[in-house]
């Protein structure tokens, strides 16, 4: 395999290597030089633990804030049509045994898990291109860099903080939190199943995230945009493709 083309050295490092302040800026106003800056240390703790536990605190509010009885309600509704009603009924009986901090605990980590486990698999998959196209890059650049482009997705958990903080009854549906969601700004479909569903979990900043995805895979590697785009898009069509097969 090729030798990576980033020197890590520890001189390189101490003298080069930029704070992480810097590329979190530069993401968002710079992102040619917040990629090219990452050629040096690629860190992946900031930027993973940011989006890891504004998330977690998100759900923690979340719980800390909504009905609890009209949750346990929602949550046994949207399974009305796939379950019998003495399943209902358990379902129903087993939230009730949980309190809602206690669902908020556990869906904080839940969540965590799932986004750590989704950056895995997407720095994973530019692994395996990697082995394909002899470019040299490992497992940890590629985690970083999925990490680092994924910070727009911020501006969604922010904004869902927003809607957390400002309810007024606490009746707030997770599929329908996210005020920046494809479904919530265009199409207001029942996001509870079907196309809606797919909708409501996705956010115009993804196509962000996309952009800076192609902009970095490009900057590392020397391709050009248009196999930089194709490379980068594979997995999101892969995704949404085994998505709409099961509507």
């Not at 007024?168 to 509870?192: C, K, R, V, Y």
């Amino acid at each position: 395999m090729t030798k990576s083309p980033y020197d890590v050295s520890e001189e390189n490092l101490a003298s080069e290597s930029p704070k992480s302040l810097t590329i979190f800026t530069n993401i968002f106003a710079a992102p040619q030089k917040a990629y090219e800056d990452l050629k040096y240390a690629y860190p992946v703790a900031f930027p993973l633990l940011t989006i890891v536990l504004l998330n977690m605190a998100l759900i923690i509010a979340l719980y800390a804030t909504i009905d609890y009885e009209w949750f346990v309600d929602h949550m046994v509704e949207m399974q009305a049509g796939d379950v019998t009603k003495a399943e209902q009924d358990q379902m129903r009986q087993g939230m009730e045994m949980m309190s809602p901090s206690m669902m908020g605990g556990f869906g904080a980590v839940m969540a965590g898990l799932g986004i750590a486990a989704i950056y895995c698999i997407q720095a994973l998959y530019f692994v395996i291109v990697s082995g394909i196209t002899n470019d040299g890059f490992q497992f940890k650049q590629w985690l970083s860099f999925v990490s680092w482009s994924s910070l727009p997705s911020l501006l969604g958990t922010l904004a869902s903080a927003v809607v957390v903080f400002t309810s007024t009854d606490g009746q707030l549906s997770p599929e329908s939190l996210n005020p920046l969601s494809l479904n919530e700004l265009f199409f207001g479909m029942n996001a509870i199943e079907g196309m809606g569903n797919i909708l409501a979990t996705t956010d115009i900043t993804m196509f962000w995230s996309i952009a800076l995805l192609t902009i970095g895979y490009s900057k590392w590697t020397g391709k050009d945009t248009i196999k930089s785009f194709m490379i980068v898009i594979l997995p999101f069509v892969l995704y949404y493709g085994i998505r709409l097969l099961f509507i």
